[in-house]
């Protein structure tokens, strides 16, 4: 449901400072690792990945700045959304006794995925580096697996709590 009332800060917990800061860490990796790397690289690089994680395309070493401008992006955007969390469409009802658990919820679920995100970019950065540089094979046979999987999970526990009355 729609949430056109004025709603209060959520507190932030320890845990909430703890994944801003995870979020922030891991976006700083995924710009300064191909900052890092970049004169180490070949000129060809590998550029995209099969779902078992094998390289299936490659291209200049400069497509590697492809990954922290988009994961940067999306770490801007994820950020600036969660600035609007009182407008959000909610699973259940938002009322003056559950305001700020639900809009709590939200904005660790936020900041959850936007840490996710720039996490697995970083990954993908580190391992394509790695890949160039001939110290590996790829992203690993599981990484969409787990990655796809972390996401659900997140998402399931949030619609879990989210729908708890306490």
Request: charged fraction near 15%.
């Amino acid at each position: 449901m729609a949430n056109n009332t004025k709603q209060p800060e959520p507190k932030w917990k320890g845990i909430d400072t703890s994944l801003e800061v995870l979020g922030f860490l891991a976006l700083l990796a995924l710009i300064f690792l191909p900052i890092i790397y970049y004169h180490q690289l070949p000129q060809t690089i590998p550029t995209h990945f099969d779902i078992y994680g094998k390289p299936d395309d490659f291209s200049s070493k400069q497509s590697l700045i492809a990954l922290p401008v988009i994961g940067s992006f999306l770490y801007i955007l994820l950020t600036a959304i969660s600035i609007f969390i009182g407008k959000y469409n909610y699973p259940v009802k938002i009322t003056p006794e559950n305001a700020e658990r639900q809009l709590r919820l939200a904005m660790r679920l936020v900041r959850i995925v936007k840490s996710l995100l720039v996490t697995v970019f970083c990954y993908i950065a580190f391992q394509t580096i790695q890949v160039a540089r001939g110290n590996a094979s790829g992203l690993g046979g599981y990484f969409v697996l787990i990655s796809a999987g972390t996401f659900a999970v997140v998402l399931i526990f949030y619609f879990l709590f989210a729908y708890k009355k306490t």
